[in-house]
């Protein structure tokens, strides 16, 4: 059974910093593209980061562009997201993904494998 698990959210204060993790299991995800959307009460579920499999090739959001880093080790089939400055506008549920193609995409419809979500709130 393939999963992928998170883990790092939590209750911060603007300004302040968080890092998640996300683990796969179930297969490798050497070949495979890994990142993060994230969903706010309201609306709809977006694209954070992501990270390619190949050369470690990074997209961001231009919402977090210069405050959040991706990240991958791939000997632990893990992603990282460390989050700084972070904003009110940053509270959503994170979410964890991964494709099947080695290539980011902000595509939501790339992603195969999805996490259960880690809550991060910030508070003014």
């Known amino acids: 059974q393939v999963q992928l698990v998170e883990s790092g959210g939590g209750l911060v204060q603007a300004g302040g910093s968080l890092r998640l993790s996300c683990t796969g299991s179930?297969?490798?995800?050497?070949?495979?593209?890994m990142g993060w959307f994230r969903q706010a009460p309201g609306k709809e579920r977006e694209f954070v980061a992501a990270i390619s499999s190949i050369l470690g090739l990074r997209g961001y959001a231009d919402s977090v562009k210069g405050r959040f880093t991706i990240t991958r080790d791939n000997a632990k089939d893990t992603i990282y997201l460390q989050m700084t400055s972070l904003k009110v506008e940053d509270t959503a549920v994170y979410y964890c993904v991964a494709s099947t193609r080695p290539l980011t995409s902000t595509n939501i419809r790339e992603y195969n494998y999805w996490g259960q979500g880690t809550q991060v709130s910030v508070t003014s």
């Open positions: 179930g297969r490798s995800f050497n070949s495979s593209s």
